[in-house]
């Protein structure tokens, strides 16, 4: 049985800030940590999220919006970890940072990965979404180079 716990608001462990966090037992030997998390003690906060769901027969339409802002004097890069259904399908994932409008398409891992890797080495901001090596219902999402003091709208669409 899983159980979820709410935690404190944020919480630094090592160089990490993780904020908005809860915690997802799926037995006694797994415990994942779900939330934005920061390297370099950097501040990323939340500063909405709305969720619209439509439901239509034995389907459901999932629409996640979520602002973040780099509180931060410098770039930086952070991740985001969350659950979804086991059997949803996100058709959509877009992210505006400052000017910038990043749409994302649909690669292989490999060639996804070192996109991103390659955009953020060049100073680029980047997203990346994912599911995660541990699960295939936990998703995790990354943005690189978030520009210091900016805001970042999200917006990710899923089915189920």
């Known amino acids: 049985m899983a159980t979820v716990e709410r935690k404190p608001n944020k919480i630094m462990f090592n160089d990490l800030m993780v904020s908005n966090l809860r915690y997802f037992k799926y037995n006694m030997d797994c415990l994942m940590v779900f939330g934005i998390i920061c390297e370099n003690k950097t501040k990323v906060s939340l500063l909405y999220a709305t969720h619209t769901i439509s439901i239509n027969g034995f389907t459901s339409h999932v629409n996640i919006e979520a602002e973040y802002i780099n509180e931060s004097q410098h770039k930086t890069e952070a991740k985001f970890v969350f659950p979804v259904e086991e059997d949803s399908a996100v058709y959509k994932f877009e992210a505006k940072i400052g000017d910038v409008h990043l749409v994302a398409k649909s690669k292989d891992k490999d060639v996804a990965k070192k996109e991103y890797k390659e955009a ?3 100073g680029q901001s980047a997203i990346l979404l994912r ?3 541990t699960s295939g219902d936990i998703f995790e999402y990354s943005l690189g180079n978030i520009p210091a003091n ?3 709208h999200l917006q990710i669409c ?3």
């Open 120 to 122: 953020v080495d060049k």
């Open 131 to 133: 599911e995660t090596s």
């Open 150 to 152: 900016e805001k970042i």
């Open 158 to 160: 899923l089915v189920s």
